[in-house]
């Protein structure tokens, strides 16, 4: 059990490290532009444009078994907590990833046959669409569940550390949430920022799970 736990976590956090940075890359390289109608995202679209995605439908899956590794590390007596962190962590699977899919199979399929009216809700190029949301709201589940995988990290240590930034990374991401919620742009951009304690919290949780001594 412990040589299988710290293999997929090792993995799973070596990805996920690996498909931020891609992700940071493919932002800065391809920004992202609002648009307030499908018909001007059709007219201006690149396919090119879509490239931040695929990295971070990517993450949605490697975030899975990394949240398979964090409820079998959990001590015993922390099982309910690492699960309830799993079903919350589940909400942002089931959110992030349909709409990732959607972004890069509908809207794709249906701009390469010049077809824009059955696309509006879906297109998250626009701030005011469904599909938006629904990308807020799977952050918004990611950070509670951190948040409550925070809990299975004890005060000591660089357990300490990765509780207080998963904890970090939880809180700025409700922020990024509450900013779209409110339609406050400065306090949205709080998702962004929130890659940074995601990051670190990751490097520290692979440090940790390379320290795990395997026996079964």
Request: proline share 0%.
């Given at each position: 059990?412990?040589?299988s736990l710290?293999?997929?976590?090792?993995?799973?956090?070596?990805?996920i490290i690996l498909l931020t940075i891609i992700f940071g890359i493919t932002i800065i390289l391809f920004p992202q532009k609002d648009y307030q109608s499908a018909s001007s995202y059709l007219h201006e679209f690149r396919s090119r444009d879509l490239i931040p995605v695929i990295p971070a439908f990517l993450l949605v899956l490697a975030n899975i078994p990394l949240f398979a590794a964090l409820y079998f590390y959990a001590d015993s007596g922390k099982k309910i907590?690492?699960?309830?962190?799993?079903?919350?962590?589940?909400?942002?699977?089931?959110?992030?990833?349909?709409?990732?899919?959607i972004q890069l199979g509908m809207i794709t399929r249906n701009i390469s046959e010049s077809e824009s009216a059955f696309i509006e809700p879906f297109l998250m190029a626009n701030p005011g669409s469904c599909a938006y949301a629904i990308d807020n709201?799977?952050?918004?589940?990611?950070?509670?569940?951190?948040i409550v995988f925070s809990g299975i990290f004890n005060?000591?240590?660089?357990?300490?550390?990765?509780?207080?930034?998963?904890?970090?990374?939880?809180?700025?991401?409700?922020?990024?949430?509450l900013g779209y919620i409110l339609n406050y742009p400065l306090l949205e951009n709080m998702v962004l920022l929130s890659a940074i304690p995601y990051l670190a919290g990751i490097i520290l949780l692979l440090i940790e799970f390379t320290r795990i001594k395997e026996f079964d």
């Open positions: 059990m412990q040589t710290k293999r997929t976590g090792i993995a799973a956090a070596i990805s907590t690492a699960l309830t962190g799993i079903l919350f962590g589940a909400g942002y699977m089931v959110c992030s990833g349909i709409n990732y899919f709201l799977g952050y918004l589940f990611l950070s509670v569940s951190f005060q000591r240590g660089l357990h300490s550390w990765i509780k207080a930034i998963f904890i970090i990374f939880g809180i700025s991401g409700l922020l990024g949430a």
